[in-house]
């Protein structure tokens, strides 16, 4: 017993050495502007926290962290590489500063990662998964020197069943190719561009979400899928199980708290329907969050079991008193109102710094009165919407864009509709596979009401054929064709872009058949001397020299939105949340080192946006979705 103070001792200054040595091997590429959280970036174990908020498991292990990298020319055989240039901080893409390397890869080459993994005993004992959040854009990977598996899809989370490619022993050795042809390829890319300029911005290659292992039983659950009734007062939830075996069943129960609401066995391939009594309604007031247990069961045994969360709200539309359809949250018309968010960081780029960095802007967001976030041609950590759904933000998910080359059509209140583009057959299969992804993989996450399969037109085609098979994916959410696009008489809304001020399409040519909403209107310039991303000619719709003049500007917005609402319109999105390189239209500067207007200020004028006197909707439970 009086060796284990020296015992401890010992382990706390070889894991002190173990982070120095990392910390040696590891700095942030200098030249550009960092966040505040840069500095707080653990080399030896960067972003830590669970990466699947739906469905916890205990056994797992983070695979974050220094890895050794390579860029090839692409023309080179597929081989694993003999050697690396040097070590990268995954998950941090390699062009930003936190990833070390601060490095391009054109479409010309590819990007190698490999290290050796020490994978305990215990996770051995059982299947292991490998994971990754994201990978942009394509990639093969290597265990041991053995292919198990390819990918392709720069916005969802995958995994592989390494356990056959597995050596005795506990070290292991993974290898990662990615090819990314940026903007050269038909792939989803959002904003991504080889030469950056105006609302363009730098690419992002490769890993750039977590990469990690779990352990899982011979029979486990891949995946779950919950759905709230609110109306029937039931969720319906859904598990896809591997390895079944005859007879296996599965054991769902709801939790409020550690009182159990409901519980219910089904088939494995069945669904099961919880009734859940008087539920308590999610909301941006009262996010409230039902745990969720799903587990396997053979014989009265359970086999396997993970941890979730759901929420019962409903999102449909009806019309109000003088007919205009009105976007209903419970039945109820709230009026949503929110940022755009591009979800871009100086130092990681696509990648936050860390959680905490990650959450800031949606807190920002709650601090100003803002209830919604769009967020804008990307999609972000699973991590990003759970806190949404703690918090009580609303948000609209926009489909990654790629491929552009439609023609504009005229502005609502809309003269024409112009062609949609032909994409090639390859381009359509990219489009629909991330696409029916993304929203399998986001499905179960209730801060997310809306779906926005193009905008402005980038890539824009088959649009009433693309609007309807998003609206068959999902029926329980509402679906914006395009935001800011070509309209289509098709889809749940129309949506208008208009800047700087705000504007809506008519309500009487429009509104009896779908909502209206002004889907980006603002961006108001101010620069910050000492927090922007070069140091001249930075960008903006409309510039201001001063933060009262910004303000006074936007006030007036706000008044006009006022007007809008009595109207018609039942949703706005200002551009945007933080400037984001050359662009200087956020209210936080790119770093978010300066938050350019006061929140309280915001907050107050946004108050009065969400006075339920200024629209009269009779709801119903009819009200409808599609």
């Known amino acids: 017993m009086k060796r284990t103070p020296f015992l401890l001792l010992f382990i706390l200054l070889f894991q002190a050495e173990f982070v120095n040595a990392q910390k040696a091997d590891w700095k942030p590429v200098a030249g550009k502007i960092t966040s505040p959280w840069a500095e707080k970036v653990n080399p030896a174990n960067p972003l830590p926290e669970y990466p699947r908020p739906h469905m916890v498991r205990d056994n797992w292990q983070n695979l974050n962290g220094l890895w050794q990298y390579t860029v090839q020319p692409q023309s080179q055989n597929e081989s694993i590489p003999a050697s690396f240039e040097g070590s990268i901080l995954v998950p941090y893409p390699i062009e930003s500063a936190l990833s070390g390397v601060g490095k391009t890869v054109s479409k010309e080459n590819v990007l190698w990662y490999q290290r050796s993994v020490n994978v305990p005993s215990k996770l051995q004992k059982q299947k292991v998964l490998l994971h990754f959040g994201a990978v942009d854009w394509q990639c093969d990977v290597f265990v041991n020197g053995q292919k198990v598996g390819s990918h392709q899809g720069g916005y969802d989370p995958f995994s592989m069943d390494i356990t056959s490619a597995l050596k005795k022993g506990n070290q292991q050795e993974i290898a990662i190719r990615v090819w990314d042809p940026t903007d050269e390829g038909p792939q989803p890319r959002g904003k991504q561009v080889k030469k950056p300029e105006g609302i363009w911005y730098t690419p992002v290659t490769g890993i750039w979400q977590t990469v990690w292992l779990e352990a899982v039983p011979e029979t486990y659950i891949a995946s779950t899928k919950q759905t709230p009734d609110i109306d029937k007062q039931v969720v319906n939830v859904a598990a896809q199980v591997q390895n079944l075996q005859a007879n296996d069943r599965v054991r769902v129960s709801a939790w409020d708290g550690k009182k159990k609401v409901a519980e219910q066995e089904v088939s494995a391939n069945g669904t099961a329907a919880l009734k859940v009594p008087n539920p308590k309604l999610w909301a941006p007031e009262n996010p409230f969050l039902y745990d969720l247990r799903v587990a396997v069961v053979r014989n009265g045994k359970v086999v396997d079991e993970v941890k979730s969360y759901f929420a019962m709200r409903k999102i449909s539309m009806a019309p109000d008193a003088n007919g205009t359809q009105r976007m209903l949250l419970n039945n109820k018309f709230v009026f949503q109102y929110g940022f755009l968010d591009q979800g871009w960081w100086p130092d990681g780029l696509y990648t936050a710094p860390t959680e905490e960095a990650l959450l800031f802007d949606v807190n920002k967001t709650k601090e100003m009165g803002f209830n919604m976030i769009r967020k804008h041609v990307k999609v972000e950590p699973a991590r990003w919407y759970y806190y949404c759904d703690k918090i009580g933000m609303l948000v609209w998910q926009d489909m990654p864009s790629g491929d552009l080359g439609a023609r504009w059509g005229n502005q609502p209140g809309i003269e024409g509709v112009a062609e949609d583009m032909n994409r090639t057959a390859e381009s359509e299969r990219v489009y629909r596979t991330e696409w029916a992804e993304i929203m399998k993989d986001l499905h179960n996450f209730p801060s997310i009401l809306v779906w926005v399969p193009f905008n ?171």
Request: glycine content about 8%; overall charge neutral; aromatic content about 10%.
């Open 456 to 626: 402005e037109a980038w890539g824009q085609f088959k649009t009433a054929e693309i609007t309807n098979w998003t609206m068959q994916q999902d029926p329980s959410r509402l679906v914006n064709s395009a935001s800011g696009g070509n309209f289509h008489p098709v889809g749940h809304i129309i949506d208008l872009h208009n800047y700087p001020g705000p504007a809506m399409p008519r309500a009487d040519l429009f509104g009896q058949n779908q909502i209206i909403v002004l889907g980006e209107y603002g961006g108001l310039g101010l620069p910050i001397e000492g927090h922007t991303w070069q140091q001249k000619d930075n960008w903006g719709y409309q510039s201001f020299k001063t933060a009262d003049e910004m303000f006074d500007r936007y006030k007036s917005f706000t008044n006009k939105l006022e007007e809008l609402i009595k109207k018609g319109l039942s949703a706005a999105v200002y551009t945007q949340t933080t400037d984001v390189e050359v662009e200087t239209n956020g209210f936080m500067t790119y770093d978010r080192k300066v938050i350019k207007v006061p929140t309280e200020k915001l907050k107050e004028v946004h108050t009065k946006l969400y006075n339920p006197s200024l629209v009269n909707v009779k709801a119903s439970a009819t009200n409808k979705r599609n």
